[in-house]
């Protein structure tokens, strides 16, 4: 499997570009949105890749984030999604956005996506609600570590990260109040759904 290119920009369309590294031009299919921040023809150029292997095509799709590459190959993971879908998603929507749209299940963004349907919209956010990295980046490594703890004690990802904006805004900074301030609203909350 080939998880990254570094070489030489040769060409570059709509949908595609091909990537010379040691004399062999890679054929690369990438997202629509990325071809403005490759550099031009000619250039040095790294793309972090996917390798598609079905029995009769071998296909690179490119991505200049690690982070889109995470998103592609979680959207191949979902039924009726094939890499042509996924990258069309790709390029019809910013990665925040998407992630925004599923998160607040905006079904009506995801659907001005080309070739998205109502049903596929729904069964995204379904499927991908917990899987997607955040919209937002986290305040700051503290953040994300307590989030991730909080996470891991087996809370939803989403009222982990209310809980936690609620205590940040108090000016608790370390990990350790923060962690006790956000399962206070967290044990509140479960307790007045239990009632």
């Known amino acids: 499997m080939i998880g990254s290119l570094r070489g030489k920009l040769i060409s570059r369309r709509p949908d595609n570009v091909i990537v010379e590294v040691n004399g ?3 054929h690369v299919n990438v997202p629509l949105n990325i071809l403005s921040t490759l ?3 000619g250039s040095s150029v790294f793309l972090h890749t996917y390798t598609h292997v079905r029995e009769d095509a071998l296909q690179l799709y490119g991505f200049s984030t690690e982070d889109e590459k995470k998103i592609f190959t979680t959207l191949l993971g979902i039924t ?3 890499p042509k879908m ?3 998603i790709l390029s019809g929507i910013s990665r925040n956005d998407f992630v925004e749209a599923i998160e607040k299940e905006d079904v009506a963004l995801l659907c001005r996506i080309p070739g998205l349907g109502k049903k596929t919209a729904h069964r995204l956010i379904l499927e ?4 997607l990295p955040s919209a937002e980046k ?3 490594r503290v953040f994300e570590d307590t989030l991730s703890a909080l996470v891991n004690l087996g809370y939803k990802k989403s009222d982990a990260q209310e809980s936690l904006e ?3 805004k108090k000016g608790i900074k370390g990990i350790e109040g ?3 301030e956000s399962l206070k609203y967290l044990t509140k909350g479960a307790g007045e759904e239990n009632a």
């Open 39 to 41: 550099p031009e023809e």
């Open 138 to 140: 986290p305040k700051d």
């Open 86 to 88: 996924a990258l069309n």
């Open 178 to 180: 923060l962690l006790k």
């Open 24 to 26: 062999v031009g890679y």
């Open 80 to 82: 009726g999604v094939g």
């Open 166 to 168: 609620m205590a940040y």
């Open 128 to 131: 991908l609600r917990d899987k």
